[in-house]
């Protein structure tokens, strides 16, 4: 990381036109990373343009600076992500390692002629930036990006170097994907990268209820709907799945997101160490995989649902129908029995 602090600070000496931009389905640690570092960027000189492949959820609409978001997607924005992406110095990767999680984004940036810096905690990245800040063992993007920025300004004192928006930002990833600081990525590093924030004397437990107390009526129902009717649990192989389809999203009205984390209320069930949640959506199913212990659903996903991510919380997606994915799901639970009944 020495190596990459010097030479990018070397170039970062000089203003630049920089592009920032996240995995599609952007989560709180992806945009609060993004919009932590262009912050930081913006008030370094140096114009700056935040990109999303997809559209982001409601609850992280409160996030400073998300209002100037351009949204890949959106046939009103790209035009103008085009022409930024081609006008750009650096291009910036944040919380993925593969332009595959770039959905239609992807060819763009790969395309593109400027160098890019992937800042990230996956594993096994692709190796198409020119600067790596690569580190499995952080537990959120946003706690490189705070670090990147301290090694980046030297000794100068924390209150300084960030202001409440930025910690915001970085606190907002830290704090989903360490699920509240309970998940086993916690480290004394976590901890010691959020007090360095807290000392710009923002409020945490308002960051809290933004993200998670902060749902519309319809969200709670959906919730309901899917708990009582959609959960089921196999305690022979330890594991709950459950199944939407797009029928159903349309029933609920459910927008972009509202399906966020529903998958972690199967680990609450007794004796279940592998949730599973198949989504419907726009001609794919969309699957998020949930762990405890030493199971990886990382291994499971990337060999039979071309996904990824962490050992214990990763995605994949399959271009079967939904309920062929689901068969295929099933099917390969006895491969994985023993090794699902040994987990303590």
Request: hydrophobic share 40%.
């Amino acid at each position: 990381m020495n190596q990459t602090v010097e030479e990018l600070s070397s170039f970062l000496s000089q203003p630049q036109k920089i592009i920032i931009t996240m995995h599609r389905d952007p989560d709180a640690d992806a945009l609060g990373s993004s919009l932590g570092w262009a912050s930081y960027l913006i008030k370094k000189g140096h114009e700056v343009t935040v990109i999303s492949p997809t559209d982001y959820t409601a609850n992280l609409r409160w996030l400073s600076g998300i209002e100037h978001v351009l949204v890949y997607e959106k046939q009103a924005d790209q035009v103008k992500c085009k022409n930024k992406i081609a006008q750009a110095t650096l291009i910036c990767c944040l919380d993925f390692s593969a332009l595959s999680r770039l959905k239609d984004l992807g060819k763009v940036v790969e395309e593109a002629a400027a160098p890019k810096l992937m800042v990230d905690h996956h594993l096994e990245p692709e190796h198409f930036a020119k600067w790596m800040v690569w580190d499995t063992y952080a537990a959120a993007t946003a706690q490189l990006i705070y670090k990147l920025i301290k090694e980046l300004e030297g000794d100068s004192p924390v209150t300084e170097i960030f202001d409440i928006p930025m910690a915001e930002c970085l606190y907002a990833g830290i704090m989903t994907d360490t699920g509240s600081f309970r998940h086993g990525n916690v480290t004394p590093e976590v901890h010691l990268a959020v007090a360095d924030l807290m000392l710009t004397g923002f409020d945490s437990s308002r960051v809290h209820r933004l993200i998670y107390d902060n749902a519309p009526l319809s969200r709670l129902q959906f919730l309901g709907y899917v708990l009582s009717q959609k959960l089921v649990v196999l305690p022979q192989y330890r594991t709950a799945y459950m199944v939407l389809t797009e029928a159903e999203l349309q029933k609920f009205n459910s927008s972009t997101g509202e399906t966020e984390g529903i998958v972690n209320y199967g680990l609450q069930v007794e004796n279940v160490v592998m949730s599973a949640m198949f989504i419907e959506r726009k001609g794919e199913v969309k699957i998020s995989f949930r762990s405890v212990g030493t199971f990886s659903v990382r291994d499971l996903a990337s060999t039979y649902f071309s996904g990824g991510g962490h050992k214990n919380a990763s995605g994949g997606r399959s271009e079967q129908s939904v309920n062929e994915t689901v068969a295929t799901f099933l099917s390969i639970l006895p491969e994985y029995q023993q090794e699902l009944l040994n987990v303590d």
